[in-house]
């Protein structure tokens, strides 16, 4: 049975993945900032579950999260960081408290968790990795530059890492969701209460797109938690794995708008080199 470690399990898709790898018969520990969240999750799998305290902004609770993972069920054979949330801003908007508070959850959150679990993976020689970004990693749009911003940054990281732990027999894969039916544009949402009357078109606009989505997004997060478990699961499992028909079409669009972009510059870019010796 894979032992799990997963942040962000009070709603969402970290609830339903824990729900998922639990009731397919694997071990998890289910984190969240309040455990009394997941007790009821828990409670239904008996020692195949523990529930612990976890911010993924506090060294100390990583530390000693991590510590009870293993203690219990021996080992982490899988960490996924998902905990972490979205900031509506056009970035003139932005402040600057918030905005690091963004970073310090969605980024170096997650690299603390990465730094307290990969230890013990590399003891072992095996071990996989899972990253929750976005479909907001690949793309961005107004009002969520500094979301952006945070999901960019994991994916570069994610792909650096990916290539130094190969090596050591552990896995890495990038999950990259368009909008699912979670808390992320409705109670979970941050927002700048700073508007520039100047952005009111294009990032005040999207502001309120964003949030009137919240209860009607097409993804399933069943689906999504199912979809990840078999990429872990999986011989050969993708560095990036896209959730959702909207993910794959702008996705493949944005592809599309970099290589016309790169086309249309090319006698530039190849102009830059050094010529001759």
């Given at each position: ?68 993972a ?10 996924v ?11 003139e ?59 960019f ?13 190969a ?68 011989a ?7 959730l ?34």
């Amino acid at each position: 049975m894979s032992v799990w470690f997963i942040t962000g399990c009070s709603t969402g898709l970290g609830r339903a993945l824990a729900t998922a790898v639990l009731e397919s018969g694997g071990r998890a520990a289910v984190t969240a900032r309040d455990p009394r969240q997941v007790a009821d999750l828990v409670a239904e799998h008996g020692d195949r579950a523990v529930a612990l305290p976890l911010d993924v902004t506090d060294k100390a609770q990583i530390a000693a999260a991590v510590e009870r993972a293993e203690s219990a069920f021996g080992r982490i054979d899988v960490l996924v960081n998902n905990a972490g949330y979205g900031y509506l801003a056009a970035v003139e908007e932005g402040r600057d408290d918030e905005v690091r508070a963004l970073f310090d959850a969605n980024v170096f959150g997650l690299v603390d968790v990465t730094k307290a679990v990969l230890p013990g993976m590399r003891a072992r020689g095996s071990g996989h990795v899972v990253n929750v970004s976005s479909l907001g990693g690949l793309a961005a749009f107004g009002a969520t530059g500094y979301y952006h911003a945070t999901k960019f940054a994991v994916e570069g990281l994610s792909e650096s890492l990916a290539a130094e732990v190969a090596p050591l027999g552990i896995k890495v894969t990038i999950v990259e969701p368009a909008a699912f039916r979670t808390n992320w544009s409705g109670p979970s949402m941050r927002q700048s209460p700073v508007r520039i009357d100047d952005y009111a078109e294009s990032a005040g606009t999207r502001r309120a797109s964003t949030l009137a989505t919240y209860g009607h997004q097409p993804g399933d997060p069943v689906r999504a938690a199912a979809a990840i478990i078999t990429a872990v699961g999986a011989a050969e499992p993708p560095l990036r794995l896209l959730l959702g028909r909207a993910a794959y079409e702008i996705a493949s669009a944005r592809l599309d708008t970099l290589r016309t972009g790169f086309e249309a510059w090319r006698h530039v870019t190849l102009s830059t080199d050094y010529q001759g010796n």
